[in-house]
């Protein structure tokens, strides 16, 4: 490995750091919507594979702990990762310990990530003997993957109807731009597809507006006005492990040993799961909050490292709700990355080592001290400068272009489709996993399922 690619892979931590500090502190954005785009940009781009690797984790460690701190600051979620933390936050910010709540999930976010890399690396390579076995079962997996996402989700049974359904929805989209010519026979769209899933909430939400009743009916609050409480900044030289008790460590680091052999499962259920369990334990209400803070903020990274390390490097397939979701562009970017052709097959074993670790810590020692000393600056200058609608109208412009790429003028049409009914779905309580799962399993389920 020369100095140039050290180089290289420096500067995607950094732009990553740079890029989801900013977009972390945005309330209200999701995860998978403001990953996927950039890092299937970056594949596309044909930045090489160990880079792309470096950006991407270095940017889910990033964007998983800037989106906690709005939580503590102004009691709003910064994404969907954030929000178990809400309760705890705000009971810690009502009793003027907002810098309380910080410390902890910046501490807990350096334990979750700690223990999540090396126990993932060490669970891909017991699995890696198993992938060909399993990788050849592949699509019958998506299939079981989509009913069991189906049966742990809010609405189990439209969950478990709309396998089909959608199944027919993408592969006849499929089969009409193969008719008429739009793609060639071997192109199989699928990229465009799914971001039309991430960008579904939003789109049905936006569209709701073009409805006179839905926009006369909507609720009408008073300009709120929120109070930022002051943060220390020599916190921000204090050693990690003062800023939380042995007991909130010591449970941080098991519920983060715990998650990682459950990274088939959601990582927002996990987050509740562990996290309610060990706060639930505490009777005092403020060592409750705090302890529900920093084990949840430790989960929120075991879990999404975890489920895109171990699938990445020991199976090369999609199999977690992260790897089907955010990280999905690492597995499946054609014609750059396919599910035959991918990080998994382009990189050693030493190449994701390394690149994990580099990024991991990178990353970890940088959002760490900007999360303990300049949380308060970052909030006011987001809130005052930076709109939400102009963060989620930059992103869906951008999948719009992007669909624009993978098959025509017809396809921006097929993706807000996809967002339409996939939006609808998601509101009535079939996740975003299900759908990415049964975009996945539409082929199998269209030849064996449908036509015999």
């Known amino acids: ?42 594949v596309l781009a044909g930045v090489q594979p160990i880079i792309v690797l470096t950006f991407f984790i270095a940017a889910i460690i990033t964007l998983n702990l800037m989106n906690a701190i709005p939580t503590a600051l102004v009691g709003l979620p910064g994404g969907v990762m954030s929000t178990p933390m809400i309760e705890h936050a705000l009971y810690l910010k009502e009793r003027g310990l907002a810098t309380t709540s910080i ?26 003997p198993f992938s060909d076995s399993v990788k050849a079962y592949a699509p019958l997996l998506f299939v079981f993957g989509a009913i069991f996402l189906s049966l742990i989700g809010k609405n189990k049974l439209l969950a478990l109807l709309s396998i089909i359904p959608l199944g027919l929805l993408f ?27 991430t960008i579904g909430p939003l789109l049905v939400s936006l569209l709701g507006l073009l409805n006179k009743q839905n926009r006369d009916a909507l609720p009408r609050h008073e300009i709120s006005k929120i109070k930022l409480n002051k943060t220390d900044g020599k916190q921000a030289s204090r050693h990690t492990f003062q800023t939380i008790t042995k007991k909130e460590a010591g449970t ?17 259920g996990l987050t509740i799961l562990f996290g309610e369990a060990v706060a639930n334990k505490e009777k005092d209400p403020v060592k409750k909050a705090s302890m529900a803070i920093t084990s949840m903020s430790a989960l929120s990274h075991a879990t999404y490292l975890s489920g895109v390390i171990i699938p990445l490097i020991a199976l090369g397939i999609p199999l977690s709700p992260v790897a089907v979701g955010p990280a999905n562009a690492l597995f499946n970017a054609p014609p750059v990355f396919t599910l035959e052709h991918n990080l998994h097959h382009l990189l050693s074993r030493w190449e994701f080592i390394f690149a994990i670790l580099f990024a991991g810590i990178l990353a970890s020692a940088i959002t760490y001290f900007i999360a303990m000393k300049y949380a308060r600056q970052m909030t006011i200058f987001v809130l005052k400068k930076i709109p939400h609608e102009a963060i989620l109208g930059l992103f869906i412009g951008f999948i719009l272009l992007l669909a624009y790429m993978d098959a025509g003028l017809i396809n921006i049409f097929g993706v807000l489709l996809v967002g339409i009914v996939c939006g609808t779905l998601n509101e009535m309580g079939v996740n975003y996993g299900v759908q990415f799962m049964i975009l996945y399993a ?9 036509f015999k």
Do not use: C
């Open 171 to 197: 592969q006849g989209l499929r089969y009409l731009y193969w008719g008429i010519g739009a793609v060639p026979q071997e192109k199989n769209v699928t990229v465009s597809f799914f971001l039309g899933i």
């Open 1 to 42: 490995m020369d100095v140039g690619l050290l180089f290289q892979m420096l500067l995607a931590v950094i732009g990553a750091v740079v890029l989801y500090t900013f977009i972390g502190f945005v309330p209200g954005t999701d995860e998978t919507s403001v990953l996927m785009p950039v890092t299937l940009a970056i």
């Open 442 to 450: 539409a082929p199998w389920i269209t030849t064996h399922l449908i």
């Open 252 to 268: 941080s680091i098991v519920v983060s040993l715990l998650s990682n052999f459950l990274f088939f499962l959601s990582p927002v």
């Open 103 to 128: 410390k902890k999930m910046a501490t807990g976010s350096v334990i979750g990530t700690a223990v999540a890399i090396p126990v993932s690396l060490l669970l891909a390579n017991i699995l890696a």
